[in-house]
């Protein structure tokens, strides 16, 4: 399931300015839009576009012509490999120089009818239970721009601490509200006064995207993270858009089961690497350093995390 001469947030002008505005990337220019070029925290070398999200809809309709010649651009480029992100075109299906990964998918839920419809049609009748609970904690529930960053911040640096991973900078955030304009908004939910739940929302070809989002693990059981999307979902029908776009999943986390409850169809995300090397073995992530990083990080002081963060996040693009 795909939407037909569609341009992703990652493929914008606007989040080209996000991304030389908060770290000086060294980016070079390709028929196929701009290749950021960063090095692993061990070392290696590497090269990929829509750094820090998704995939690119730009390889739709590539030739085997055309993949020699980005192989001969990574050539150039001198980097050990190279990450495609798409959801369009497998490229090892095209040219023996590139092997590709499945784990993953996006989610794409289609808005048509309004939020009643998809309420009742769509919406899984467990998932609806959930959310009805979440209803219940009678949350108050804020949309906004930069009066809303602090707290979103707060909610995004905690969860993602909490979950071994480092995040951006309030600057990065910043830059996609000034960016994409009025394309980009801020939702945070609040829990007597606390901010518990947030998601910066990217609006691009009818369908609105979530790229950051995060609840509080303290309030897991509130199903609280259910409003966060049910409260999407009704903002994107009100502005008339065509999908949500619920974002990236690994098909064995439980997070994939969830946004196919909603009723999203899941659409396969191909990310073809080049290596330089020629080795068919992809590139590996979840190795021991990474497990014993993610468990550091953990207990890492928040205040020191959101200090490193954005130097070890701007490497993995």
């Known amino acids: 399931m795909s939407i037909e001469g569609e341009q992703y947030p990652g493929d914008t002008g ?31 070398s590497y090269a990929t576009v829509a750094p820090f999200l998704t995939d690119s809809a730009r390889f739709q309709g590539i030739l085997e012509d055309d993949t020699n010649r980005l192989t001969a651009f990574f050539e150039e480029l001198e980097v050990d490999y190279a990450l495609i992100k798409s959801r369009h075109c497998d490229l090892s299906k095209i040219s023996i120089h590139f092997d ?28 609806r239970n959930q959310t009805r609970k979440g209803l219940k904690q009678n949350a108050l529930v804020k949309w906004g721009r930069e009066e ?15 979950l071994g991973t480092p995040t951006h900078s309030p600057l990065f955030y910043r ?36 790229p950051y989002a995060a609840t509080l693990k303290s309030v ?6 259910n409003v966060l999307y049910w409260e999407i979902i009704k903002y994107g029908c009100k502005r008339g858009l065509k999908y949500f776009d619920l974002g990236r999943s690994h098909c064995s986390q439980g997070t994939y089961r969830f946004k196919a409850s909603w009723g999203a169809k899941a659409v396969p995300l191909f990310y073809s690497y080049w ?43």
């Open 100 to 127: 590709t990964e499945y784990n993953y998918s996006t989610f794409l839920l289609n808005l048509a009818g309004g939020p009643d419809y998809v309420w009742t049609n769509r919406v899984s009748s467990k998932t």
């Open 148 to 162: 809303l960053l602090a707290d979103f911040f707060d909610v995004v640096s905690r969860a993602w601490r909490d």
């Open 175 to 210: 830059n996609i509200l000034k960016s994409f304009g009025e394309g980009a908004e801020l939702i945070v939910i609040y829990m007597d006064n606390t901010a518990v739940s947030a998601a910066i929302c990217l609006i691009e070809n009818d369908t609105i995207y979530h």
């Open 220 to 225: 897991r059981g509130s199903s609280i993270n």
């Open 275 to 317: 290596q330089k090397d020629h080795s068919r073995k992809l590139p590996v992530l979840d190795t021991p350093f990474y497990r014993m990083a993610c468990a550091g990080w953990k207990r890492t002081p928040l205040w020191v995390a959101n200090r490193l963060g954005p130097h070890l996040i701007r490497k993995v693009l």
């Open 14 to 44: 606007a989040w080209l300015s996000v991304v030389s505005e908060t770290y000086s990337l060294d980016s070079h220019e390709s028929s196929y839009g701009h290749f950021y070029r960063s090095s692993e925290i061990l070392g290696k």
